[in-house]
């Protein structure tokens, strides 16, 4: 079955410092793949994707992610979090038959 | 441009009823897709529709029902209203079915 899982619910870190939210999905012939950040209230804003080529993608915000084939693995990383930063992000995998699937998503706290 | 556009904001039903949603997606997309996000998960995917035909479904019962119309615009049909229908419903739109999706603020609602 197509999944995606989120390996971490809740992720708290002070500001400055990097942070990695992590996401695997389940494997298939040929799968996009995208981070959307959700904050309170609101609806989901595409942070970056991922569709072909280079495996590392830069997004908004200063965030990146890197496509690993292998491990079937789409983290996403920032150097230095800000407070602004605190949101719910989520992964998303759109495979080959067109079936978009999200993770549960990450909470990040960032703390003062 | 005007992004994704969703009305109402907010709404409470009470079981049993019938509710409806609408979507208007950013000028010249031709795709919209219906997602429900419970508190706490990400979105699940309901419909999506391209050049005014179905195009995916996701498995929610028949309760569930859309159309997109001439000017891409699209409904969210939900009939005999369950509790377990609260939930943010978010409408996205991307250019083609299988292009980047942006989303809307979201419809809450709320079943009493």
């Known amino acids: 079955a197509q999944s995606v899982t989120q390996l971490d619910s809740q992720v708290p870190v002070f500001e400055e410092a990097p942070v990695e939210l992590r996401c695997n999905y389940s494997s298939s012939v040929s799968v996009y793949l995208f981070w959307y950040v959700q904050y309170p209230n609101q609806g989901l804003q595409l942070l970056l994707k991922y569709l072909s080529g280079s495996t590392l993608v830069k997004g908004i915000n200063g965030f990146e992610a890197e496509f690993n084939k292998s491990q079937t693995s789409f983290h996403l990383r920032k150097p230095s979090v800000h407070i602004s930063d605190t949101a719910e992000y989520f992964c998303?995998?759109?495979?080959?038959?067109?079936?978009?699937?999200f993770g549960a998503g990450t909470r990040l706290t960032v703390k003062p | 441009d005007a992004g994704v556009t969703q009305s109402p904001t907010h709404l409470i039903k009470t079981r049993g009823q019938h509710v409806t949603l609408r979507c208007s997606p950013i000028s010249g997309h031709k795709s919209v897709s219906w997602y429900q996000q419970v508190l706490g998960q990400g979105p699940q995917f309901i419909f999506q529709y391209y050049e005014k035909e179905e195009r995916g479904r996701g498995n929610f019962p028949d309760r569930f029902s859309a159309r997109q119309f001439p000017n891409y615009s699209s409904e969210l049909n939900v009939n005999a209203l369950l509790l377990g229908d609260s939930a943010l419903y978010l409408c996205?739109?991307?250019?083609?079915?299988?292009?980047?999706?942006?989303f809307g603020p979201g419809t809450r609602l709320t079943v009493l």
């Open positions: 996205a739109s991307s250019l083609a079915y299988t292009d980047t999706q942006y």
């Open positions: 998303a995998v759109r495979y080959n038959n067109n079936d978009m699937r």
